[in-house]
C-alpha cells in the first residue's frame, strides 16, 4: 500500500504565494503520474495538475502560469508552487499519485488526505 501525505497548506492573502509537497511512502513501489487536485467547498474535486514520472505536465486552464507542479523522483515527493494566489484557489488540495507496487506489479492509485488552502485578507 502506498500512503501520500500533504503538507504545506495554510492561510494566504491575495497575491500570495504556498508551497505544497506531498511525500510517498511504502514498500516496493514505482510511481507512475502524481498530481494535485481540489476541493472547494459545495464543489466537485477537481484536476490542478499532473505530473509524468518523465516530467511531462498537464494544468488546469484556471492556475495555468500562476502554479507549478515539480516532483522529485529520488525523493518519491510531488511539489505545487502557487503563485499569485486568488481566493477562489480556496480549497481542500489533494496529492494523487499512481503506480505499480509490489512483486506482482499490481497498480495502484492512492490519495493523500488533503491540506486545506484557504487565500483572503
Known amino acids: 500500500q502506498v500512503h501520500l501525505v500533504e503538507s504545506g497548506g495554510g492561510l494566504v492573502r491575495p497575491g500570495g504565494s504556498l508551497r505544497l509537497s506531498c511525500a510517498a511512502s511504502?514498500?516496493?513501489?514505482?510511481?507512475?503520474?502524481m498530481g494535485w487536485y481540489r476541493q472547494a467547498p459545495g464543489k466537485q474535486r477537481e484536476l490542478v495538475a499532473t505530473?509524468?514520472?518523465?516530467?511531462?505536465?498537464k494544468y488546469a486552464g484556471s492556475v495555468k502560469g500562476r502554479f507549478t507542479i515539480s516532483r522529485d523522483n529520488a525523493r518519491k515527493m510531488v511539489y505545487l508552487q502557487m503563485n499569485s494566489l486568488k481566493p477562489e484557489d480556496t480549497a481542500d488540495y489533494y496529492c494523487?499519485?499512481?503506480?505499480?507496487?509490489?512483486?506482482?506489479?499490481?497498480?495502484?492509485?492512492?490519495w493523500g488526505q488533503g491540506t486545506q488552502v484557504t487565500v483572503s485578507s
Open positions: 494523487n499519485a499512481d503506480g505499480w507496487t509490489g512483486r506482482e506489479y499490481s497498480y495502484f492509485d492512492s
Open positions: 511504502g514498500s516496493a513501489f514505482s510511481l507512475n503520474i
Open positions: 505530473i509524468t514520472h518523465g516530467g511531462n505536465t
